[in-house]
């Protein structure tokens, strides 16, 4: 059995062609949807992700704004201007590109961004509102996965899910929107004991946890679905997952690949995550 490659990519052009519809209605309406990305320091790799993000949403016909300060400015400088962003009827969605340097606290930074337009999901409000099953905005790279569900029809209901990682971006929200969606849910991480156990119960398995190939074939219930989150760059220079993908897509029914799978899902539930910011934004 060779395992059904679920593409994120051919998924987010289709959502994103959605999206764009969606936003060409709401400029009509004068509600042209806005997002507002803030990046701090020089990390070459939040520099690209904050790229990709800007572009997707010109491509989608957003109004994007791309907000840089230097490594060394005051964590109150950033706090202002998310204040400012806060009250701007323009921005529906405000974005703070993650790490930020040490001596912030990203806590406070994140929690200053209005509950109405925190599109990552991470605001205490939002998080709480997931853990109730009324998610008003759900992290991008579990809703994404999510879409992936709903594309190939797979019905959690039931189904024994095992997630790999507990981390506040993806593990556990990913563990509340499998638990609301019907699976009997079990979250690993670096101090459970048989990991092994675990996973080859698992009807559903999701691996997050930034070790490249660290899922391999035998840890794998035949006919599991398998959703790789991780991307890691080898010493060569080559992407991975954290799902040693050759070996485990010919046990797995369906799995991601890395490059090509979650990733291009992740800006794409961004998009909308703001669409409906700004839709929710014209109904009040």
Do not use: W
């Given at each position: 059995?060779?395992?059904?490659?679920?593409?994120?990519?051919?998924?987010?052009?289709?959502?994103?062609?959605?999206?764009?519809?969606?936003?060409?209605?709401?400029?009509?309406?004068?509600?042209?949807?806005?997002?507002?990305?803030?990046?701090?320091?020089?990390?070459?790799?939040?520099?690209?992700?904050?790229?990709?993000?800007?572009?997707?949403?010109?491509?989608?016909?957003?109004?994007?704004?791309?907000?840089?300060?230097?490594?060394?400015?005051a964590p109150q400088a950033v706090l202002d201007k998310i204040a400012l962003l806060n009250a701007d009827p323009k921005i529906h969605g405000i974005l703070v590109q993650l790490p930020l340097p040490r001596n912030f606290d990203s806590d406070a930074v994140?929690?200053?961004?209005?509950?109405?337009?925190?599109?990552?999901?991470?605001?205490?409000?939002?998080?709480?509102?997931?853990?109730?099953?009324?998610?008003?905005?759900?992290?991008?790279?579990?809703?994404?996965?999510?879409?992936?569900?709903?594309?190939?029809?797979?019905?959690?209901?039931?189904?024994?899910?095992?997630?790999?990682?507990?981390?506040?971006?993806?593990?556990?929200?990913?563990?509340?929107?499998?638990?609301?969606?019907?699976?009997?849910?079990?979250?690993?991480?670096?101090?459970?004991?048989?990991?092994?156990?675990?996973?080859?119960?698992?009807?559903?398995?999701?691996?997050?946890?930034?070790?490249?190939?660290?899922?391999?074939?035998?840890?794998?219930?035949?006919?599991?679905?398998?959703?790789?989150?991780?991307?890691?760059?080898?010493?060569?220079?080559?992407?991975?997952?954290?799902?040693?993908?050759?070996?485990?897509?010919?046990?797995?029914?369906?799995?991601?690949?890395?490059?090509?799978?979650?990733?291009?899902?992740?800006?794409?539930?961004?998009?909308?995550?703001?669409?409906?910011a700004a839709e929710r934004a014209l109904n009040r």
């Open positions: 059995m060779t395992a059904k490659i679920l593409d994120g990519n051919a998924l987010a052009q289709k959502l994103r062609a959605d999206f764009k519809t969606r936003a060409e209605a709401l400029a009509a309406q004068g509600e042209r949807p806005g997002l507002a990305v803030i990046l701090v320091g020089e990390d070459a790799a939040s520099q690209v992700y904050v790229r990709n993000k800007v572009k997707a949403c010109e491509a989608a016909g957003f109004h994007s704004e791309n907000i840089i300060f230097p490594a060394d400015v994140l929690e200053a961004i209005s509950p109405a337009k925190d599109v990552d999901g991470f605001h205490v409000e939002n998080v709480g509102a997931l853990m109730q099953g009324q998610p008003r905005f759900i992290p991008c790279t579990p809703y994404g996965v999510m879409k992936f569900f709903e594309e190939a029809g797979i019905d959690l209901k039931g189904k024994e899910a095992v997630v790999i990682g507990r981390s506040n971006i993806v593990g556990k929200p990913m563990a509340m929107l499998l638990l609301h969606a019907g699976a009997t849910v079990t979250v690993c991480h670096s101090q459970t004991k048989d990991l092994l156990f675990h996973t080859r119960r698992a009807d559903v398995l999701v691996a997050a946890i930034g070790r490249p190939r660290f899922v391999t074939a035998d840890m794998v219930k035949p006919g599991a679905v398998v959703i790789d989150v991780g991307i890691n760059r080898l010493p060569d220079g080559k992407l991975c997952g954290d799902v040693d993908f050759e070996q485990v897509k010919e046990v797995a029914s369906a799995i991601t690949p890395v490059p090509g799978g979650v990733g291009p899902m992740t800006i794409t539930m961004l998009l909308g995550n703001t669409i409906e």
